[in-house]
């Protein structure tokens, strides 16, 4: 009986060896340690042992069921890692495949060019000055000399609220007064801000027109500020956005806020002055609006005409990136065509 213990044993142990397999794990035990295993089948016909035998085999048979219990322990370790290393090996990245596209967004074309106006005006002297979009019609019309049921009114249609008096702004200039309020000291301190912004006209839409657009404008008050000086900072901020080489013509214009009124053009982009289909063929590009400060305007922005002048301009930022770029239709601005704005 005892040999046959021992023979067990050694049985066992040799057939773990060639366990790999929870499964098999089980079978094994099973097999020799479990309620109907061999080993239980020994200590079940201990009976037929002579008293003398019977505590000898009993404790020998305990010294085995602990060996194998303790090997069943070791083998279901080593398993257990077995089958961690083979998870991890089969999860693990293959760095050798070609990585998942991860498309970065960029930054709309406008927004880049009012960044480049940024740079530019900060650079000559400009601060920048946010004002609203929703703007009072006393701010819009009226406070830039164009008094209610004035025919100027009809240059730029507008888009009402249901707010007796409040609309969209048709015009950066509608900031004109704001900021002269806001940051001139009551007409104490010389001014140089450029106002950002949308601006929105209930017009029909074509391709050099949309209901929505930026405008960025410009005002400088100071003593002793002139035409002159209007030309040369507009000259000077022509050349630094297009290029050095970039012409520029003033045409005289009206507007209800400036007096006198200069419309500004640049030489076309496409027929370099030849004239063009883009330029309707005079070779020349609007681009922006400016005069010098009516004095009314600057009355109302809490400045003695007397003593004060200033310049205003008033630039479209869609504009001028489509003549910088060549688009032919601004309507893409703002159609979010992907294959349009992932060119910038
Ligand atoms: N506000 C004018 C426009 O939108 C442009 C302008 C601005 C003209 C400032 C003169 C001075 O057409």
New binding site residues.
Partial sequence: MLDQLQALQTQALADLNGVNSRADLEAWDSQYIGKKGQLTQMLRNMGSLSKEERPVFGKMANDVKGVLESAYIERERLISEQELAQDLESGAVDITLPGRPNPTGGLHPSTRTLRRFYDIWGDMGFQVYQSRDIETDDMNFTQLNIPPHHPARD??DTFYTTTPNVILR????AGQIRAMRELGGDGTKPLRVVLPGM?YRFEQITVRSEVQFH?M?GIAIGKNIRMSDLKGTITEFIRRFFSPTAKTRFRASY?P??EP?MEIDVECFLCGGEGCRVCKHSGWLEI????MIHPTVLRNGGYDPNEWSGF???MGPERMTLLKHGISDIRYFWANDLRFLEQF
Avoid: K, V
């Fill in positions: 240059m730029q048709t015009h950066t200039s601006c405008q404008e507007f806020f400036t009124s922006a609006g400016s005069g205003a301009f008033g």
